[in-house]
């Protein structure tokens, strides 16, 4: 082709790229990728794609995510590439801490990871238990308006209420409304427990009564129950309180 003059486009650096990688090639593959930038041809999200997979079925995750992050660097990676994949290459092997590493300065370069590669890193924090990094992942994610999944976010809300945070956990659920993401009725329960085991019987309260207004409650038996294990929770509290001083 070049011996005719006929420039080789993205589409016959790609098909090459993934035949040597077919072919476990890894280096020439590579070489192909360079060969491409030096030419002038821009990588597509689709040549990103098939490097990435190419490396990680080479069992090449770090050196993938290293190579990433290159092309970020360089102003190489194409605008709209997903590393969703990479991302759940990379906790799929432990690697949560280098996912976060790699997500943030991408992030910060402009290249806004999608719901998915986000939702998909706090699952790896939280199970290599990086808490305090998937409550900051959360926090971002809001913060620029990605909205996580229901599923997701009561895992985190769990969590918190877990840590006896339970007042930090409403501020996620208020920033989360405020950016479209609708609380359900196991939200509000998380929540109402966790202010339960703070001895904060107000604010458990008032989150009854808004459970309440949104019919999350089925019937006044439910709603007592509630409101007796609140009233339990800060008499126990009161107690250990009047212990300690004693």
Not at 91 to 116: I, Q
Not at 178 to 190: H, W
């Amino acid at each position: 082709m070049k011996e005719k003059s006929c420039r080789p486009n993205v589409v016959s650096f790609n098909t090459l790229i993934q035949g040597f990688f077919r072919e476990r090639k890894v280096k020439e593959a590579i070489e192909m990728a360079n060969e491409m930038t030096q030419s002038g041809c821009q990588f597509s999200t689709v040549t990103c794609e098939i490097l990435v997979k190419g490396l990680c079925m080479e069992g090449q995750v770090l050196e993938a995510s290293d190579m990433i992050v290159d092309f970020c660097r360089k102003g190489l990676l194409p605008k709209g590439f997903d590393y969703c994949g990479l991302v759940e290459e990379l906790c799929g092997k432990g690697n949560a801490g280098r996912a976060f590493e790699v997500v943030n300065e991408l992030w910060l370069k402009g290249d806004v990871p999608s719901s998915m590669a986000c939702t998909t890193l706090i699952e790896g924090l939280r199970r290599s238990q990086r808490r305090e990094d998937s409550f900051g992942l959360m926090e971002k994610m809001l913060k620029d308006g990605i909205v996580p999944d229901i599923l997701t976010f009561n895992c985190l809300m769990q969590d918190l209420c877990d840590l006896g945070r339970t007042m930090d956990a409403n501020k996620f659920r208020l920033l989360a409304s405020a950016k479209g993401l609708e609380p359900d009725e196991v939200t509000y329960n998380i929540l109402v427990y966790g202010y339960t085991r703070d001895g904060r019987r107000k604010e458990g309260e008032n989150l009854v009564d808004e459970m309440l207004d949104k019919g999350y409650i089925p019937d006044i038996a439910t709603y007592n129950r509630l409101m007796d294990r609140l009233s339990n929770s800060t008499s126990s509290t009161l107690e250990k309180v009047s212990a300690i001083h004693r």
